[in-house]
């Protein structure tokens, strides 16, 4: 009997201690429930919401670009692109092959696609093809029973209309990359793109605009259930430059199979009218992308596409040198108006011979003569007297040896050598002869398309400190500019000897003269040699330009403005291999200032006929 009364208790008791227990987990989750419902309602309800609410940025219209007349250089064009949804294909590797068959694939393409399909979620759309033309869609969607899972999108691209003519001025888009810093939410979008040179890139941010909002509601797996809310965001600015469309064709065509660059400024304004850089690529492919054998194809072409010659090229001026030389003798009293050289074809510094262009000489020239007939021997005596010092600062006031920082990306600052500049690079001093083939624009000095261009245009102007810029001027942003310490009577007389260069017989660019209504032009042309003459050669004459390789050729350049009597325009034109100023440089120049001057007078008809 007792026993059992102690089993009856036994059992009572670890009931009642497994009633309490469960009575405790009980009373532990209700109090947990109340925690968590309660006290952290608001944080789970955030987070609920955020699981069922994605938000994405939406990319903006990127800004447009326009020439000086409202003519377009870059734009956004409707781009249709073929995407491929994995879930909805039984066969992902079927539907590609049938895609293939209506639209090849290259491998890269094969090889990116087959990567963006093993990163993503089945659901998401995969790019298979951009940049489709109507044509293209069209066939893609009346074979669209054979292609489950392929979709056609439809978005904007970038499109530069004048393509290569203008691509060292515009630029290019391409993909973010992680060199980029990643300063805005927008660069962290897929297959988002960026300006990577030219105008694209100087004015990334203005042009990018700023990215807007879409709420989507999703489910537990990512997938899109509907569109919640959607705040557009606002396009990038529009861009106006100073850059003539018309012009820069010309420039461009007006080269040919030639390499080089050309460069038109308004000589009062500083504005860019026309910058070219040939040969040059295409912008629109490399926006859209190129294969590893198209680059280096680019990347190997002896002519150099991708190089932006007018400001990363840096060549010896040869004689369009002369007219600084000139200018630091005048301004220093070495020579004036009357002062005289004879000129025998030759002369001697110690053994040392010093050669004229001209065989046979050019007799005695005085300071405007010795500029339209570019004697050397003249310019010799000339930077004797002065010496390199003096040459060096008159050339570094007109623009040449430093960076004219336009805003372009790889600008070079050529080499203007003094002095000093030998000792500290050499740890030598500087040689009566260095003076004399400097006075030639020869020997260490380097200049760049654009320096050469800033020049003409300040002795075109009178004297007058213009600064190149790439930004469309109006009335009340025309700049002020500063007189230059140079007197206006030298720089008339440099201005005189430009005008005899084209305008009088004899003259080195004679054959290149215009005359449109009264108007003409003044200028300087320049012939530089890219390998050392050897004297059996110099006594023989019998090697020609045209029979020696393109790289030994000489280089031919040219300066000029127009019109003669009231500036306005400034050119200048470098021919890499060229052979000659005279014979190729000049007539792209002349035609490029005549070009510049009929444009003028069409678009004041036109102005007063609207009128």
């Known amino acids: ?106 491998e890269a393409e094969e090889e990116k696609i087959r990567k963006d399909l093993k990163k ?45 003519k203008a691509a060292h001025v515009i630029g290019y888009v391409s993909s973010v990359s992680d060199k980029d810093v990643k300063d805005d939410p927008l660069l962290e979008v897929p297959g988002f793109k960026i300006g990577k040179a ?34 557009d965001g606002v396009a990038g600015e529009r861009i106006d430059l100073s850059i ?28 860019i009218l026309s910058f070219v850089s040939v040969p040059a690529y295409d912008p629109n492919l490399l926006s859209q992308g190129l294969s590893s054998i198209e680059w280096n194809e680019l990347n190997k072409n002896e002519k150099k596409p991708l190089m932006n010659k007018a400001l990363a090229g840096q060549y010896s001026p040869g004689s369009t040198f002369k007219m600084v030389v000139a200018l630091a003798a005048l301004e220093n009293g070495s ?33 405007v003569q010795a500029l339209q007939h570019s004697c050397d021997i003249f310019f010799y005596e000339t930077a004797q007297k002065l010496g390199i010092n003096k040459i060096a600062s008159m050339a570094r006031k007109f623009g040449l040896g430093q960076k004219i920082d336009v805003g372009l990306e790889n600008e070079k600052e050529g080499l203007i050598p003094d002095s000093d500049w030998k000792r500290r690079r050499f740890g030598e001093s500087w040689q009566q002869g260095e003076s004399l083939i400097s006075g030639i624009g020869q020997g260490y000095i380097l200049t760049t398309p654009i320096q050469l261009a800033t020049m003409t245009a300040r002795i075109a102007n009178g004297g007058y400190l213009v600064e190149p810029t790439f930004e469309k001027m109006s009335d ?55 390998r050392r ?32 009597d009231n500036p306005r325009y400034a050119v200048a034109v470098l021919v890499e291999h ?7 440089a000049a007539p792209i120049g002349g035609k490029l200032l005549l070009e510049a001057l009929k444009l003028e007078a069409e678009d004041k008809k036109e102005a007063e006929t609207d009128n």
């Not at 009997?1 to 987990?25: A, F, P, T």
């Open 244 to 271: 003539d469309a018309r012009l820069q064709t010309k420039a461009y065509e007006l080269f040919g199979e030639e390499s080089g660059a050309a460069i038109v400024l308004d000589v009062n304004s500083g504005e």
């Open 335 to 367: 020579i004036n108006s009357q002062s005289r050289s004879y000129c025998s074809g030759r002369m001697f510094l110690g053994n040392h011979a010093f050669h004229c262009w001209k065989k046979e000489g050019h007799a005695y020239v005085d300071v």
């Open 120 to 164: 993503n979620r089945s659901f998401v759309p995969i790019k298979i093809k951009d940049n489709l033309s109507w044509e293209e869609v069209a066939k893609i969607q009346l074979n669209a029973p054979d292609l489950p899972g392929i979709v056609i999108d439809e978005g904007l691209s970038r499109y530069y209309p004048l393509g290569e």
């Open 578 to 584: 060229g052979r000659g100023g005279s014979a190729v």
């Open 198 to 231: 030219g105008i694209e890139k100087l004015y990334e941010k203005r042009l990018r605009g700023r990215g807007g909002n879409l709420k989507l509601e999703v489910n537990a797996y990512g997938r899109v259930m509907k569109e919640i809310e959607r705040i």
């Open 1 to 106: 009997m007792n026993r059992d009364n102690d089993k009856g208790r036994v059992l009572i008791n670890r009931s009642l201690v497994l009633g309490g227990l469960q009575l405790l987990m009980l009373l532990v989750v209700i109090v947990r429930l109340y925690y968590l419902q309660v006290y952290q309602a608001d944080k789970y309800r955030t987070l609920s919401d955020e699981n069922r609410i994605s938000t994405r940025l939406l990319v903006p219209p990127r800004g447009v670009v326009y020439d000086r007349n409202g003519e377009m250089l870059a734009t956004n064009r409707q781009n249709f692109q073929a995407l491929i949804v994995a879930e909805q294909t039984t066969d992902v590797s079927k539907t590609l092959g049938a895609f293939k068959r209506i639209m090849p694939l290259t």
């Open 533 to 564: 003459i050897t004297m059996k050669e110099r006594q023989t004459g019998i090697v020609k330009q045209e029979d020696l390789p393109w790289k030994y050729r000489n280089h031919a350049l040219f300066v000029g403005y127009a019109p003669h």
């Open 476 to 530: 009340h942003n025309t700049p002020n500019l500063k007189k230059m310490p140079v007197s206006a009577s030298n720089v008339a007389l440099v201005k005189q000897g430009m005008f005899d260069v084209v305008n009088v017989p004899g003259g080195t660019a004679f054959g290149s003269r215009f005359d449109f209504n009264g108007l003409k032009m003044a200028g300087k042309t320049g012939t530089t040699q890219v």
